[in-house]
């Protein structure tokens, strides 16, 4: 058993425990560097030692990348938090969390040096790039609340975003010194998504009672009107509201596609209207994990499941199918923000 001690010394945050995980599965991240033809595992692990240490049986909650520094990622898993400043080439292991399992990170857009962290029931931020942390937010008072995801958005620098297993948002207007509660939707929260085009405009994911937005930063909710709630044409489509995922497409204003327990559906009104895009397995035919477009060519869309990654060139029309290099779920999966090419895979443990 691994001894996790955790210390608080003028409100930052130091945690200690063992050394890092031998390498003993194919989970972890995968990377390819020719559009999803071939892959390489993306586990190597730096340690002071010189053992050749892997992280290749963590199972990854997310990769996320640095807005401004594409060689920069952060792996949230199972086992801790990772971080990489050459493309997933090598991880560095954050000490200072241990192997607290990690839900979401999230980087500040206008200074690479502050980043966000939830773990459990806390958010914790660091502004000396991951040397130290401070827990910032803490909810004590419910043993099984999770924090399930956290965003920041590019235009005010001041306001983050969080959300919770209970169905809470959470908003911060001073960077993370104190939150606010915005809205509880009574159901698990596990996406937020900021509109590339205004940040005003949110969407928040929920695990089964669909998608609800804000187009003026949660004062008011479209949700609160049976006129403009974006829930009402998704209820064409048998169990679309069991959410799994949703993308933008960088190209198009007010575009997005959306993978649900139904199969993968679009929109290129913001939710308005929703047309089903037609896949190999028949409709609510499969779990679909993990969702990603080409941010430079939209016709290029990829989503994971259990056991397949799928690709379509053509908008959704057709589909090619391919094993994935992991042998767990496609959990997550991450296009390169400036190569389109390079492509990373998130792989997660399957519970039986």
């Known amino acids: 058993m691994l001894l996790v001690v955790l ?13 890092a995980p031998l390498a003993t599965g194919h989970l972890g991240v995968y990377k390819s560097a020719d559009s999803g033809l071939s892959w390489k595992s993306a586990v190597s692990l730096m340690n002071a030692e010189g053992k050749p240490l892997a992280i290749s049986d963590v199972s990854v909650n997310r990769i996320v990348m640095d807005p401004n520094d594409n060689l920069t ?10 971080y990489s400043f050459d493309g997933g080439e090598s991880w560095q292991f954050a000490q200072l ?3 607290v399992p990690i839900n979401d990170i999230a980087i500040d857009y206008f200074n690479k040096c502050n980043v966000f962290v939830t773990a459990g029931q806390s958010i914790y931020k660091s502004s000396d790039c ?3 942390f401070s827990e910032v937010y803490f909810d004590k008072t419910r043993p099984d609340l999770q924090i399930t995801d956290i965003a920041t958005e590019d235009y005010n620098k001041n306001v983050v975003y969080a959300a919770n297993n209970k169905g809470e948002v959470l908003k911060s207007e001073d960077f993370g010194k104190t939150w606010q509660l915005k809205k509880s939707f009574n159901n698990p929260i596990i996406q937020i998504l900021i509109d590339k085009d205004d940040t005003r405009i949110i969407y928040f994911l929920t695990e089964s009672a669909g998608i609800f937005k804000t187009t003026d930063g949660t004062k008011t909710w479209l949700s609160d009107k049976q006129e403009t709630d974006i829930n009402n044409d998704l209820n064409q489509f048998p169990e679309s509201r069991i959410c799994r995922y949703l993308v933008q497409d960088m190209t198009q204003k007010d575009t997005f596609i959306y993978a649900s327990r139904f199969g993968l559906l679009k929109t290129v009104n913001g939710g308005v209207k929703w047309e089903s895009i037609e896949l190999i397995t028949p409709e609510r035919g499969v779990n679909i994990y993990s969702l990603a477009i ?11 499941t259990d056991s397949t990654l799928y690709k379509s060139v053509d908008n959704g029309k057709n589909w090619a199918p391919q094993k994935p290099p992991t042998i767990g779920m496609v959990n997550f999966l991450l296009i390169d ?14 519970k039986k």
């Open 337 to 350: 923000s400036k190569d389109s090419k390079i492509i990373y895979i998130g792989g997660k443990g399957i």
């Open 130 to 132: 991951l040397r130290t």
């Open 73 to 82: 990622l952060y792996l949230a898993s199972d086992k801790g938090m990772y």
């Open 97 to 99: 969390f241990g192997y």
């Open 7 to 19: 210390l608080t010394a003028g409100g930052c945050i130091k945690i200690t425990s063992g050394p």
């Open 294 to 304: 080409d941010p430079k060519d939209n016709k290029v869309i990829y989503y994971g």
